[in-house]
């Protein structure tokens, strides 16, 4: 069965640097694009990034274009977030979720399976 | 800057139907936009129901289904259950960037 776990949340000051990962199985990594999607406390939804199968495309919502990369390494079947320049306003859970549509360009497959979240608290 | 819009909240009787919505500052939604929806209960993670307007996941119940209605995505709950309550969201693709709606609260009384 598909498992998404991430790792490397935590506390950081404002300003600071963090890089999530996540650690995919039960699927062909190299053959499907992934999203991180992140929530504020008590908020909704919110797209951040998209990474084509290959790692070659790669979309951004406009805020956090220019602070935070997206990543992968399809030998280690692993998914990366880093995020620089962190604001208050970053504070989330990020989740890491697989496009549903085999190699497909870019992000219109959706998101079929979600990891469970990793916690990123950005606070003096 | 792109906003999607979703019903804040709304309220359905057990056995009952509902429409939820989902629209656009562009301009009306199409298949194009290769809407998606999600279902949240409190303190879980997102849980997919619909891709590319109307086709549903192997685990997504029969009473929900997708569709266009007047120019916005939709996303019907027919024969609705207790364990239905939950918030609702919907994700749009805009040539690259994609974008969720502000959830819907559905309850469940």
């Known amino acids: 069965q598909v498992q998404l776990v991430e790792s490397g949340g935590g506390v950081v000051q404002p300003g600071g640097s963090l890089r999530l990962s996540c650690a995919a199985s039960?699927?062909?990594?190299?053959?499907?694009?992934m999203h991180w999607v992140r929530q504020a406390p008590g908020k909704g939804l919110e797209w951040v990034a998209f990474?084509?199968?290959?790692?070659?495309?790669?979309y951004y919502a406009d805020f956090v274009k220019g602070r935070f990369t997206i990543s992968r390494d399809n030998s280690k079947n692993t998914l990366y977030l880093q995020m620089n320049s962190l604001r208050a306003e970053d504070t989330a859970v990020y989740y890491c979720?697989?496009?549903?549509?085999?190699?497909?360009?870019?992000?219109?497959?959706?998101?079929?399976?979600w990891g469970q979240g990793t916690l990123v608290t950005v606070s003096s | 800057q792109t906003v999607v819009t979703q019903e804040p909240s709304l309220t359905v009787s057990p056995g009952g139907t509902v429409t939820l919505t989902c629209a656009s500052s562009?301009?009306?939604?199409?298949?194009?936009?290769?809407p998606n929806w999600f279902q949240q209960k409190p303190g879980q993670a997102p849980r997919a129901l619909i891709y590319?307007?109307?086709n549903k996941h192997s685990w997504t119940p029969a009473r929900f289904s997708g569709s266009l209605l007047g120019g916005k995505a939709a996303l019907t709950l027919s024969g609705v259950q207790p364990e239905d309550e939950a918030e609702y969201y919907c994700?749009?693709?805009?040539?690259?960037?994609?974008?969720f709606g502000g959830g819907t609260k559905l309850t469940v009384l």
């Open positions: 590319s307007t109307s």
């Open positions: 990474i084509r199968y290959d790692g070659s495309n790669k």
């Open positions: 039960g699927f062909t990594f190299s053959s499907y694009g």
């Open positions: 994700l749009l693709y805009y040539g690259g960037a994609l974008i």
């Open positions: 562009t301009g009306a939604v199409t298949s194009g936009y290769y």
């Open positions: 979720a697989k496009d549903g549509l085999r190699l497909a360009a870019a992000g219109y497959g959706g998101v079929d399976y």
